[in-house]
């Protein structure tokens, strides 16, 4: 059973950069064939993908959100990260982190991020 928990600031300034963490227990993130992503879901909307970090460290992005968005990881506390550059009340949702593995889908709960001044 893999556990995700994202973490960060729930309130963002517009024009700043939107930064998250997840936290991952019971794998590892370089795991073979593991593949950590980024969604969120804006209000009254539907599930969004922004983008992935391979278990080799490759990150892929949404075609829209590639120039803001970055995905990296860091091996050694076992978490990923999100940075969304240049935020915007549009960027206002509920964000999850999940891992699609050959197995199964696990997801965090969501952490609310609002962009408002």
């Known amino acids: 059973q893999v556990q995700l928990q994202e973490s960060g600031p729930g309130l963002v300034k517009p024009s700043q950069t939107l930064s998250l963490t997840c936290t991952v227990s019971?794998?590892?993130?370089?795991?073979?064939?593991?593949?950590w992503s980024w969604i969120r879901q804006p209000p009254g909307k539907g599930l969004e993908w922004m983008g992935v970090i391979d278990y080799d460290g490759k990150s892929y992005y949404s075609p829209s959100l590639k120039s803001r968005t970055s995905i990296s990881r860091d091996t050694t506390k076992n978490q990923f990260s999100l940075q969304l550059s240049s935020a915007t009340p549009e960027d206002t949702a509920v964000y999850y982190c999940n891992v699609v593995t050959n197995m199964a889908t696990f997801w965090g709960q969501g952490t609310q991020v609002t962009v408002s001044s």
């Open positions: 019971g794998a590892s993130i370089t795991t073979n064939y593991h593949a």
